[in-house]
T-cell receptor
Framework: AQSVTQPDIHITVSEGASLELRCNYSYGATPYLFWYVQSPGQGLQLLLKYFSGDTLVQGIKGFEAEFKRSQSSFNLRKPSVHWSDAAEYFCAVVPGDTGGFKTIFGAGTRLFVKA | EAGVTQFPSHSVIEKGQTVTLRCDPISGHDNLYWYRRVMGKEIKFLLHFVKESKQDESGMPNNRFLAERTGGTYSTLKVQPAELEDSGVYFC???????????????FGPGTRLTVL
């Protein structure tokens, strides 16, 4: 069955430090990959997505993610974290085609930012 | 362009009562999805409408949940009778016609937080 693993339940980084959130997926083919963010009291906001082509994708708010087929990973990065980045981050896949179009989410990683 | 809207934003009910959640998708989006996140666990798929038809309802937990999308526009999700374990956040998403995944990106609503006491 398709699944998404976010191994870190929570991460704390200092403001200005770099960030990497890990995501691994389990699916035979290359799915369509997404990162969402949910700030307190807010809905899900799409940060970036990967469908095909360049494996390094740029998103909003200075985030980027790199798709690595050999590792079945789609890690999210930001070179310098701001206090406003404190939120919960979800990696997600949509298998597509015969795998279906429902979104499969990871469990989420909660990011804390310290001054 | 208005995004996906959900009503109410919060609902607090007692066990055994009925609650109806509403989702208004982006205008023109044929696909509508319901998801929920229960007590800090992962967000899980409930069902998928294409227009007014249920394309996939494999995630519906039991027959206390009833989803409808009359006329292929807005959708309702009714829980009757509600149980304690139904508490969580219910998300709705919509996407355009399925002729290429680039056009099938799902846009999520802000969610309805349901608390069953």
């Amino acid at each position: 069955a398709q699944s998404v693993t976010q191994p870190d339940i929570h991460i704390t980084v200092s403001e200005g430090a770099s960030l990497e959130l890990r995501c691994n997926y389990s699916y035979g083919a290359t799915p369509y990959l997404f990162w969402y963010v949910q700030s307190p009291g807010q809905g899900l906001q799409l940060l970036l997505k990967y469908f095909s082509g360049d494996t390094l994708v740029q998103g909003i708010k200075g985030f980027e993610a790199e798709f690595k087929r050999s590792q079945s990973s789609f890690n999210l990065r930001k070179p310098s974290v701001h206090w406003s980045d404190a939120a919960e981050y979800f990696c997600a896949v949509v298998p597509g085609d015969t795998g279906g179009f429902k979104t499969i989410f990871g469990a989420g990683t909660r990011l804390f930012v310290k001054a | 362009e208005a995004g996906v809207t959900q009503f109410p934003s919060h609902s607090v009910i007692e066990k055994g009562q009925t609650v109806t959640l509403r989702c208004d998708p982006i205008s023109g989006h044929d696909n509508l999805y319901w998801y929920r996140r229960v007590m800090g666990k992962e967000i899980k798929f409930l069902l998928h409408f294409v227009k007014e038809s249920k394309q996939d309802e494999s995630g519906m937990p039991n027959n206390r949940f009833l989803a409808e999308r009359t006329g292929g526009t807005y959708s309702t999700l009714k829980v009757q009778p509600a149980e304690l374990e139904d508490s969580g956040v219910y998300f709705c998403a919509s996407s355009q016609r399925r002729y290429g995944l680039a056009n099938n990106e799902q846009f999520f609503g802000p969610g309805t937080r349901l608390t069953v006491l």
